[in-house]
């Protein structure tokens, strides 16, 4: 191991403020903004509340902790921490490397879509027909048949230009470092995406129809809390949206000071989080149950998830509403925000992956990570099938990529190495709230099951019927092949021979060392 390695210093979160936004900067994406309101009211309203809190602090708190003990104990990315574990265990975090890679790749697509709608807001260029606009102008999306979305490569500028744009950007701001990039980044859009989003709800609750939006997605039906998949559907979006298990929270927590808190912080987190998606539901709602007024129809008529609800519904309102340009900026703004803060971290993952396994600059790793995968994610998504390709891997790599690594990663640290003590310890040694044996019982049994319960269910359907309809062939390579891209590249990563830091010692001792001068050797 060369003195570089020895002496090189550990890039650091200036303080407890930047660790906080930027984690928060991570959580809050554009699932919170468009995921969370449609799945609360699918299942039970107001009554699905209960599940989710239970989620929270059974499931996302927990293994939040658990990411931030990893990373925080162990001083790096998710290959280096889990190495660090047991030395074959870099797999797992290169497996979570990979997801960051393919999540980085369509994802970039949905934040210059989010951009180009935020330039179309000002003059309502969506017209009349905004499902029009969206699929035949601005994606001129290919004629598939709704079966056989073969890729193409029928480049569509509009799509392009913004999508290059994009990576420019964040490339920009991760070769800027840890504190000059990122966690700049993170201190200016997270207060202006609070601001603005909050602005756009406070507008919505005064649109006609609000209160009918309000109701519907409110009202507790309460047999729902009976229906097992109720609450599948609760711990799926706890999960989901905190951004845990593949790595982001490991690598966030390994730039913060030794003698850091951790879980005062992810408490804050993980309810900033929660809250925004209550936000999120208030917004969204009150808006929909305006359009729902206007164009006199059921409020569960209109598309109340994913990108149809973003890019179709909400122009939709936009157009009806008074002062619909200054709403549409406010909300199209805030997608880009949300999703770009989010994509600086995902993209982080995999530079200080690059950087500890192979030794590589900062600058060297952004540039390998911003030309590789910013050539890939034009060539699939900026073209007439990337709606198409981006629906499929997005269901695959979060549905069962991110649940997997999820599953693995509890039973190996917990049950098969038995880390959960000393992670445990390592919290409550450097934190003011204290995390009691309860934790074990999260994070070893509650999260595994569950997510098994949802990783199982998810395979069975997928066998028995082919997603949105598409063709089985194509699933084959594009869904079930993102999987073995997964597995592939993570054992592919790991044969390459470790360049970067070696010998290790975690910090503070364990089992408890109680000689003073052991304690500050063992500090070095």
């Not at 929270?56 to 190495?83: E, K, N």
């Not at 359009?291 to 129809?297: D, F, K, P, S, Y």
């Amino acid at each position: 191991m060369s003195a570089q390695h020895k002496s090189a210093p550990r890039e650091q979160f200036t303080g407890q403020v930047g660790f906080i936004l930027s984690a928060i900067g991570s959580a809050v994406g554009l699932g919170n903004i468009w995921r969370f309101p449609g799945v609360a009211y699918e299942n039970g309203g107001g009554a699905f509340l209960v599940p989710y809190l239970i989620a929270l602090l059974t499931a996302g708190i927990p293994i939040l902790f658990l990411d931030y003990a990893i990373g925080h104990r162990f001083r790096g990315g998710a290959p280096q921490a889990f190495r660090r574990i047991k030395g074959w265990l870099e797999t797992l975090g290169w497996f979570q490397v990979m997801i960051c890679i393919v999540i980085a790749v369509y994802y970039a697509a949905v934040v210059a879509w989010a951009a180009s709608f935020f330039v179309y807001s000002f003059g309502l260029d969506w017209g009349d027909d905004p499902a029009t606009f969206f699929i035949g102008e601005h994606l001129q999306l290919a004629d598939a048949g709704g079966a056989d979305p073969w890729l193409t490569f029928d480049f569509v500028a509009a799509v392009l230009i913004p999508l290059a744009l994009v990576w420019l950007v964040v490339v920009a701001v991760l070769a800027a470092g840890v504190v000059k990039g990122v966690q700049r980044a993170n201190i200016v859009f997270i207060p202006l995406l609070l601001v603005s989003f909050g602005a756009l709800v406070v507008r919505a609750l005064f649109l006609d129809g609000a209160g009918d939006g309000l109701n519907a997605l409110f009202t507790p039906q309460w047999d729902a809390l009976a229906d097992p998949e109720v609450w599948i559907a609760a711990y799926g979006q706890i999960f989901f949206s905190l951004s845990v298990a593949f790595g982001i929270m490991i690598t966030y927590a390994s730039y913060r000071r030794r003698r850091s808190n951790m879980t005062g912080p992810g408490l804050v987190v993980a309810f900033s989080n929660s809250g925004f998606e209550m936000l999120a539901g208030l917004g969204v709602f009150s808006a929909l149950g305006f359009l729902a007024l206007e164009q006199g129809v059921a409020l569960e008529e209109l598309n109340l998830t994913g990108v149809t609800l973003a890019f179709i519904t909400f122009p939709a309102i936009v157009s009806e509403m008074p002062a619909g340009a200054l709403f549409g900026a406010l909300f199209f703004g805030s997608l880009v925000m949300a999703g770009f803060t989010s994509l600086v971290s995902i993209l982080q993952v995999v530079s200080a992956a690059l950087q500890e396994k192979f030794a590589l600059s900062r600058t060297a790793a952004v540039l390998w990570l911003g030309g590789v995968l910013g050539v890939v994610s034009v060539v699939g998504f900026s073209t007439t099938t990337g709606l198409f390709l981006l629906d499929t891997v997005d269901h695959w790599v979060n549905n069962m990529g991110i649940v997997a690594s999820a599953i693995l990663m509890c039973v190996f640290v917990v049950w098969v190495y038995r880390r959960a003590p000393e992670l445990r310890y390592h919290l409550n040694a450097v934190s003011t709230t204290q995390l009691g044996a309860w934790w074990y019982a999260c994070v070893g049994v509650i999260i595994p099951v569950m997510l098994t319960i949802m990783l199982v269910q998810t395979v069975r359907v997928r066998i028995s019927e082919p997603y949105e309809g598409y063709d089985e062939t194509y699933l084959l390579y594009a869904g079930w092949g993102t999987v073995a891209l997964l597995v592939v590249g993570s054992l592919a990563f790991w044969a390459f021979r470790w360049r970067g830091p070696g010998l290790y010692r975690a910090w503070p001792p364990y089992p408890p060392v109680e000689d003073p001068a052991v304690r500050k050797e063992a500090s070095r």
